[in-house]
């Protein structure tokens, strides 16, 4: 059980342009989503806390109207990386919380995205 | 402002001994702590946690200690398996549900 799915996996577009990523929680219900970015050999940093049906809450320095965070249901996120740029380009893992309660994060398996 | 760290950015170790990976925090309010592991262009997968209110958690080849006193954790696996190789996260939380991660550590584990 607790798997978590993100599509795309992978993703190139083109400066300027907007990328939706989709989080799905596939067997239980998130009450709490949380998305995150790695950039090469760096560790996890988390972008934003999303409650379902309420606004996201970002971490200092992350542009929320360039991140658009929507938690519609008890099992999808999205993120919308708006006028995307090449410094834009990274790993981005979402990551899920049940409403059972508990503290472990189950994380999907990220998406790549690049931007040219 | 680093809260998690883990100073070790490689280690390598033999097939069948025991890999011990380190991991300090600062912020005194963390009382839950995690261990993942992590495959390239992959999500983390978690191993395994431990509260503060105990300084040992084992579940079969993996065991973490955490020395409160000290802000220090670590992860013992053994016997270390080829198949552990990947790049190992420790986390701490706090009050909030926040996850901080620490930077990493490559674990090898050579025949």
């Known amino acids: 059980g607790a798997v978590v799915s993100q599509h795309p996996s992978w993703v190139i577009c083109k400066s300027g342009t907007s990328v939706k990523i989709e989080c799905r929680s596939l067997d239980f219900q998130a009450t709490t989503m949380f998305w995150y970015r790695q950039f090469p050999k760096q560790s996890l940093m988390l972008m934003a806390t999303?409650?379902?049906?309420?606004?996201?809450?970002?971490e200092q320095g992350v542009e929320k109207d360039k991140f658009l965070i929507n938690h519609a249901s008890l099992t999808l996120s999205t993120l919308t990386v708006t006028s995307a740029h090449p410094e834009d380009s990274s790993f981005y893992i979402c990551?899920?919380?049940?409403?059972?309660?508990?503290?472990?994060?189950?994380f999907g398996p990220g998406t790549r995205l690049t931007v040219l | 402002d680093q809260q998690v760290k883990q100073n070790s950015p490689s280690l390598s170790v033999q097939e069948g001994r025991i890999s011990i990976l380190n991991c300090d925090y600062t912020?005194?309010?963390?009382?839950?702590f995690l261990w993942y592991k992590k495959y390239p262009a992959e999500g983390p997968t978690f191993l395994i946690s431990?509260?503060?209110?105990?300084d040992k958690n084992e579940d079969g080849r993996f065991t973490v200690f955490l020395n409160k006193s000290a802000k220090h954790l670590s992860l013992h696996i053994v016997p270390s398996q080829p198949g552990d190789s990947a790049v190992y996260f420790c986390a701490a939380s706090g009050e909030t549900d926040k996850l901080i991660f620490g930077t990493g550590t490559r674990l090898q584990v050579f025949p």
């Open positions: 999303s409650n379902e049906g309420s606004k996201a809450t970002y």
């Open positions: 912020n005194s309010m963390f009382d839950y």
């Open positions: 990551s899920a919380r049940g409403a059972r309660g508990g503290d472990e994060q189950f």
């Open positions: 431990i509260s503060s209110i105990k």
